[in-house]
């Protein structure tokens, strides 16, 4: 060909290139100057001279190249694609790659990343190609579907053929035939929608089912072959959609096997027969229409789907299928009579008129009679619209514009994913995006596009809606409850409405998302069908909690989190006191309903029937922190460990709380009892690691000791902790025995800054506690690590008032057991030494009156801050406590046991019972509070089942009077304080 088969670009393609126009004629020049420099660069000089004309193919490619940022970065990290195309035509290159592709199993001495870094190489460049040959119109939606489907297949080939000869390499399989490696392996791998019916789009995911065969030739050891064949799937995984400096395959999806939350990757052959017989659902059925062997042992899997064909192609006409159809028919009805679609936003796929619609027509049909009509068998949805004419099943016009439409919308929703190679369906709501769009389809102009989208979504529509004559009528006990289709049911929002929904098609459109499976836990067929079970439950239950759509989002929210789900539906089915309980942390604790969606297997120990029979204590707790450590040797490991078993218990200790299984006391000795434990566990691992590097100081020794709310054993949900670490070594103690030797000092400061490091550094399994050193002598000044005696000197000699009231709530708990022995009696004796009384309720009075100038309470559900709150309890039980107005030989540090023993001459007993009282009041509302909300309770925000939840704990008829309670007891604790303590006016 000459100079003019290049300048029409009939040269590269066969045929003239389609004229497409840029969005933006600069843009589009600066586009294609970007891909010279790479071509120059790359010493492509025939791209260079093509680029530098003014030509058809040149226009063609400066419109593709601004259109599509993805094409353009293409041609700009391999100009060579391009180059190539001087000497072989597209459709020449593509076979070219496709055997490049085939043979890179069998490079000699092939690894794995080299695997990887030629199927990205390889794939990418056919990849490019495919999308030009489209958008130059040489090729058709047809062909292009089938070569990203052949493109898919040859990589996973490539892929399986690789690791199969790996395997035979090692000694783990016995291939019979290396050259074609496949052949009695008993690896199976079908190809199920798109890519099954040779249907792919541009930026598809690809979905596999994975099956082994024991029996087959190449295995060596029959038991060992599914843990085998698991390994090899992880890595074909990899191989495939792990993203490296080369790009990435294809993204892979294996949740269609049969079970996915408790299946491995890679199922006997048997087993799934067996699933599919015995469980299978409709959706399954549909789902193997499409089901084709791509790669591994073709034969076996071939072998497979005629085993299936009874499950999946039933004799007679399946009544079963034709009632999942009727549950759909009132969505198609609800469409009639609706207006024009606005094309903004717009979901080609899953929106009214879309693709779903057309394919969803098919698939029914094929379930219902394509048991008597082999004919109705085919993966592909246009050759089977076809089909349903040819028999009688719809009118020529019918299959002719659905056919027609079927490929309009194919070709949008190609180029939606041409532009980013993002897997997306939904048209673009800004102007200039759109206009990209309508310009990528060779449209004038957005609004030209627009109109041709709105009547093919039209046609669609009628025809899809004319398809269904008859809706019965759906009922559940609480009336119609439809969440199948993709538009809300009218009878649907009318009960949802009834039961308490403000937004109930919203809700409506939440719950068609579990029944699509879009969630781990609604993957299996089983778990959707336990859920549709417990729908009408769940919805009742959340609509009595007065802000039902917020409870519902926040129970959707947990499902997505959920790694499987029939066990707890299952369970949720039975037990209506955890259905409740679950209801009650969404409607009434957002905090908590965060927890278990961040979190879902701390929601695993409610299912321990002795959950709230049994006391949280210390004893109780270590035991199953024993058992949760017990194996764990790696220093991480064992942290991550310590983290998921608090989250856990946090969360457990706050259900038990919730359900009033123990009350806020309890709550607050458990919390506490739980950092006890965990932050020992911490310590001794720290300890252990950081010995290994640094070695040991002779003597050395170490305590923590537990200040505020951790020190008085009263911590809440959220509570941060306060700790000072100090130690003690022998005298002549110079240097530490290790490879790099500390000395004393510096070996316990970073001890101490590793242990903040392994309790308060995020990490996947979150953190362990957020640490406090500030209330070490000398505070953030001083060293984060404190020697023993120069402890007891700054606590003796230069501490302040509010140092020592803080010294009142100190506990030492984990350590060295002599060093802890040791700092518990200077405690004692530092508190017991003695003062002037009212030199220290003087500046108590003062250091309140201060805090009320600098942090003033937000207002009375303020509880710690409120003037007669809970510093105002604390700090007359700090000053008692310093005054030698409670008993001597008491070693209380928690707020409350020092309240009840304050002496008689400090307090008289009624005055007492007030503020121990009060204490109880503030304590119950903060744990609660705590537990429940992120932030402070605020009546206008908080949701009503929190506001019944203190109601009931505080035995009081409404929020109203329980506030007038509360700020009567501030009156009365603040009037306590001044004459206890002093005035702070």
């Known amino acids: 060909m000459g100079r003019d088969a290049v300048a029409d670009g009939s040269l590269w393609f066969g045929a003239p290139v389609l004229v497409l126009k840029p969005v933006d004629d600069d843009e589009a020049a600066e586009a294609l100057e970007m891909v010279r420099e790479a071509a120059e660069d790359a010493q492509c000089a025939r791209l260079c001279d093509l680029i530098g004309r003014d030509t058809r193919l ?15 970065d293409c041609a700009r990290r391999n100009p060579h694609a391009l180059e190539a195309l001087f000497d072989a035509s597209a459709d020449e290159r593509l076979k070219m790659l496709f055997e490049r592709i085939d043979a890179s199993a069998f490079a000699e001495e092939q690894t794995e990343s080299g695997q990887m870094k030629a199927l990205r190489d390889l794939k990418a460049e056919a990849h490019f190609l495919i999308a030009l040959c489209r958008l130059a119109d040489v090729a058709d939606t047809a062909t292009t579907t089938e070569r990203l489907s052949l493109l898919a297949d040859k990589c996973i080939r490539a892929a399986v053929n690789f690791l199969l000869l790996d395997a035979d390499r090692a000694g783990k399989l016995k291939l019979p035939d290396r050259a074609r490696p496949a052949e009695g392996s008993g690896w199976i791998l079908l190809g199920m929608g798109k890519l099954g019916a040779n249907e792919l789009n541009f930026s598809s995911d690809i979905d596999l089912i994975v099956l082994v065969d024991p029996h087959a030739p190449a295995i060596i050891e029959a038991y060992e072959a599914i843990d085998l064949f698991v390994r090899l799937t992880r890595r074909l995984v990899r191989i495939l959609q792990d993203r490296t400096e080369h790009g990435y395959v294809f993204r892979t999806d294996l949740r269609l096997r049969p079970d996915p939350g408790s299946t491995p990757l890679a199922i006997p052959v048997e087993a ?3 699933y599919y017989e015995s469980r299978g659902q409709n959706w399954e059925r549909a789902a193997m229409i499409k089901a084709r062997p791509i790669a591994g042992d073709l034969v076996a ?13 039933r004799k007679y006409l399946d009544y079963a299928a034709i009632a999942d159809v009727h549950s759909i028919k009132r969505q198609i009805h609800a469409h009639k009579g609706h207006g024009a679609v606005a094309v903004r936003g717009h979901n080609v796929k899953l929106g009214r008129g879309g693709i779903r619609e057309i394919e969803f027509f098919v698939q029914t049909q094929q379930l219902i009679a394509g048991g008597r009509f082999p004919e109705l068998r085919g993966r592909r949805t246009v050759s089977m619209l076809k089909e349903l004419a040819r028999c009688g099943w719809i009118d020529e016009e019918a299959r002719e ?3 027609r439409q079927y ?10 994913q041409m532009v980013a190679d993002e897997q997306t369906h939904t048209l673009p709501e800004e102007d200039d995006e759109l206009e990209r769009i309508a310009h990528l389809l060779a449209f004038d102009d957005a609004e030209a596009f627009s109109e041709a989208f709105r009547e093919s979504l039209r046609l669609v529509e009628q025809h899809y809606a004319d398809l269904f004559e008859t809706a019965p009528q759906l009922s559940r006990g609480v009336g119609n409850l439809v969440f199948t289709g993709d538009v809300d049911d009218p009878g649907t929002l009318e009960t949802l409405s009834e039961l308490g929904f403000e937004r109930p098609s919203d809700m409506c459109r939440v719950i068609r998302g579990w029944h699509y499976g879009r969630y781990r836990a609604t993957q299996s067929a089983e778990a959707r069908e336990r859920l549709t079970e417990l729908t009408p439950a769940l919805l009742e239950a959340f609509g009595s909690t007065r802000r039902a759509d917020e409870a519902l989002l926040r129970f959707d929210a947990f499902l997505a989190g959920l790694p499987a789900g029939i066990q707890l539906f299952s369970l949720l089915q039975s037990n209506p006191a955890l259905l409740n309980m679950l209801v009650s942390i969404m409607g009434a604790a957002p905090r908590l309903a965060a927890i278990i969606t961040r979190r879902p297997h ?12 049994e006391l949280p204590d210390r004893a109780y707790l270590s035991e199953r922190l024993e058992t949760f450590l017990a194996g764990a040797q790696i220093y991480e490991e064992i942290l991550d460990r310590l983290r998921i078993f608090a989250a856990e218990q946090k969360f457990l200790i706050g259900i038990r709380l919730l359900t009033g299984a123990i009350d806020s006391a309890r709550a607050g000795k458990a919390f506490s009892d739980l950092a006890d434990l965990t932050v020992e566990s911490a310590l001794e691992a720290v300890v252990e690691n950081f010995a290994g590097r640094h070695g040991r100081i002779a003597g050395g020794r170490v305590a923590i000791l537990g200040m505020g709310k951790l020190g008085s054993r009263e911590l809440t949900a959220g509570s941060d902790i306060d700790l000072i670490l100090l130690y003690d070594h022998d005298e002549d103690a110079d240097y530490s025995d290790g490879q790099k030797a500390l000395a004393p000092s510096e070996y316990y400061a970073r001890l101490t800054q590793r242990l903040i490091a392994a309790v308060s550094a995020p990490t996947a399994e979150g953190v362990l506690y957020e640490l406090d050193l500030r209330l070490r002598p000398s505070g953030n000044k001083g060293p984060v690590a404190t020697h023993i005696d120069a402890f007891a000197r700054y606590q003796r000699n230069d501490a302040w008032t509010w140092e020592h009231m803080a010294l009142t709530r100190a506990r030492a708990f984990a350590g060295d057991r002599a060093l802890i022995e040791r700092v518990e009696k200077e405690v004692h004796d530092i508190l017991a030494l003695p003062r002037d009384t009212q030199k220290i309720r003087n500046e108590a009075a003062e250091m309140r009156r201060l805090l009320e100038e600098e942090k003033p309470a937000r207002d009375v559900w303020d509880l710690k801050l409120v003037p007669g709150g809970l510093i105002d309890l604390e700090f007359i039980a700090q000053v008692a ?11 209380a540090t928690a707020t409350s046991e020092v309240l009840s023993s304050l002496s008689e001459t400090f307090c008289a007993p009624q005055a007492r019972q007030e503020l121990v009282d009060a204490h ?3 304590m119950t509302l903060t744990q609660t509070t705590r537990l429940c909300l992120e932030g402070g309770f605020d009546p206008d925000e908080a949701p009503p089942g929190f506001a019944d939840l203190m109601l009931r704990q505080t035995d009081l008829p409404e929020l109203g009077i329980l506030q007038a309670h509360v700020e009567e007891t501030a009156g009365r604790v603040r009037r306590l304080f001044e004459e206890l303590v002093g005035s702070v006016v």
Do not use: C, I, M
């Open 58 to 72: 040149t226009g063609f490619l400066s419109a593709v190249f601004e259109l599509s940022p993805f094409l353009r």
């Open 272 to 274: 799934a027969l067996h």
């Open 301 to 313: 899997g071939e072998s497979f789907l005629k085993e299936l064909q009874p499950y999946v192609w």
């Open 401 to 403: 514009a659905l056919t």
């Open 407 to 416: 490929w309009f919308l194919r070709d949008v929703e190609h180029a939606l």
């Open 602 to 613: 701390v929601f695993d120990g409610l299912l321990d029937p002795a959950l709230l029979s």
């Open 881 to 891: 406590v310093l005054t030698g107005n409670t008993p001597s030989e008491s070693e």
């Open 920 to 922: 109880h009041l503030y």
